[in-house]
């Protein structure tokens, strides 16, 4: 075992960089030290006391402290308020252990410049991690097993995570630590039933291997095959996205719809990119049906901060704010704006004689004589009705974003200018001077009396 062990973890080091151990105290852990104390690979041990179970962790704690002095080891202890954390965070017990080990193992390797943590997972840990993922419906890559090598699981993690044990069993492992005489304790919570995983150890695991002896070898043949069509699937996926995320920001990105038909494998096209903001199968089972359907343009599905609106053209995935922006923004005169996440200038300027009636989208123009400043920029609301120019008759802006083919994106972004003095006194609907970027009221169009003019250039 100790020559199948050094012959798994050779060339993963920069020679004689130290690496950093998580040793609990378990079997595995302590056999895992145990061979690395033979491996002629430098080494330093982590414990985490959890003070879960009172004075056994901290007699844990006290073993490894004792079998690191006896090796001359460097030893790392660090106290956890687990319950506490759970509690705060709203997550298991297990996720806090979880998060907080791994925090902690990652800020000791930057701070001391370990080359790697290397963690006592084996061959039976990967197939009951296999199996809960499997329950979980985590899909090919939750089924595909741990890696020899990945990252320590923390957000901006750089500290690579190594599994020397992973093609080791249990039993294996159980039977090196007789030989050698190496010391551990046992947890006491590991015999019962009553976290998920120990479920699957003690109720699941002895009915596999009645119907199969060899069934951990069997699920890690499974799984390998899995990790290589996962990885035929992440080039397939990494080629295809190219041509259907037309845009990718930190608060948005735009998923082409005729990009997505072409690509194909939609459902699985959409799980990989939906699936980082938070959108379960469900979602993606709906938003699947509806690009299946005729209808695509106008639904909005949400998950925690991130929205898909979606439109006959693409799908925008956005971060949505839970700010309360103000009613509306007085415009005073000439200068730089913002508001609802539009940027927008403001300038007064003579009339140019040449100027086009129409202007491009994005540009506003109005006669200064009676688009007077200061003047109300806010969001449209519903029952806002104008006189386009030309069209000699009122017209509501919600049948406007219909004959304009404005997407719901755009009809959320939607500002308008109100200018004091055009509606009496009142609560009913009111009339806008312009729907900003797209089109003006009679009564502040220009005409050929104009002197000066107010031009309002959508930036952003």
Not at 380 to 406: A, C, E, Q, T, Y
Request: charge should be negative; aromatic fraction near 8%; glycine fraction near 8%.
């Amino acid at each position: 075992m100790q020559k199948r062990f050094n012959t798994t973890i050779r060339g993963l080091f920069p020679e004689g960089e130290t690496v950093l151990l998580a040793v609990s105290g378990g079997i595995d852990s302590m056999c895992l030290a145990d061979l690395f104390l033979h491996s002629g690979v430098p080494f330093e041990v982590a414990n985490c006391n959890f003070h879960l179970r009172g004075e056994e962790s901290d007699g844990d704690s006290d073993m490894v402290r004792q079998w690191c002095g006896y090796h001359g080891t460097e030893f790392h202890c660090r106290d956890f308020d687990t319950e506490a954390y759970a509690s705060q965070r709203g997550v298991s017990i297990e996720m806090a252990a979880r998060e907080l080990r791994y925090g902690w193992f990652d800020s000791l390797c930057r701070e001391r410049g370990y080359a790697a943590v290397a963690v006592a997972h084996n061959a039976n840990d990967n197939a009951e991690t296999m199996v809960l993922n499997m329950l979980r419906g985590s899909g090919i890559k939750g089924m595909s097993g741990m890696k020899l090598m990945s990252m320590v699981p923390v957000p901006g993690a750089s500290v690579p995570l190594c599994r020397p044990l992973l093609e080791f069993s249990r039993k294996e492992i159980e039977e090196y630590v007789a030989a050698h005489e190496v010391p551990f304790r046992e947890d006491s919570t590991n015999a019962e039933t009553e976290y998920r995983r120990n479920k699957v150890r003690h109720l699941v695991f002895p009915q596999f291997a009645q119907i199969n002896p060899s069934f951990l070898e069997a699920l890690g043949r499974d799984m390998a095959n899995l990790a290589q069509v996962s990885a035929v699937a992440d080039d397939w996926y990494g080629n295809a996205r190219t041509e259907v995320v037309s845009y990718e920001g930190a608060d948005e990105a735009r998923i082409s719809v005729p990009g997505l038909r072409k690509a194909g494998n939609v459902g699985y096209m959409l799980y990989r990119l939906l699936e980082p903001y938070g959108f379960n199968s469900s979602d993606i089972a709906s938003l699947q049906a509806l690009l299946d359907s005729q209808t695509v343009s106008g639904k909005v599905f949400e998950a925690g901060d991130w929205q898909i609106v979606t439109s006959s053209s693409e799908l925008v995935v956005r971060k949505v704010a839970r700010v309360c922006d103000p009613v509306c923004i007085v415009v005073e005169g000439p200068g730089l704006y913002e508001f609802a996440g539009v940027r927008f200038s403001v300038s007064v300027e003579d009339r140019d004689p040449g100027m086009p009636l129409r202007q491009p989208a994005g540009v506003t123009v109005g006669d200064a004589g009676t688009m007077v400043l200061p003047f109300l920029v806010r969001k449209w609301r519903n029952g806002d009705w104008m006189m386009p120019i030309g069209l000699h008759g009122k017209k509501k802006l919600s049948d406007m974003f219909v004959d304009l083919k404005m997407s719901l994106v755009d009809k959320e972004k939607a500002l308008v200018a109100v200018v004091p003095g055009m509606n009496p006194e009142g609560d009913g609907p009111v009339r806008v001077a312009a729907l900003l970027g797209r089109r003006v009221d009679e009564t502040v169009k220009v005409t050929a009396d104009s002197r000066k003019v107010v031009i309002v250039r959508i930036l952003s």
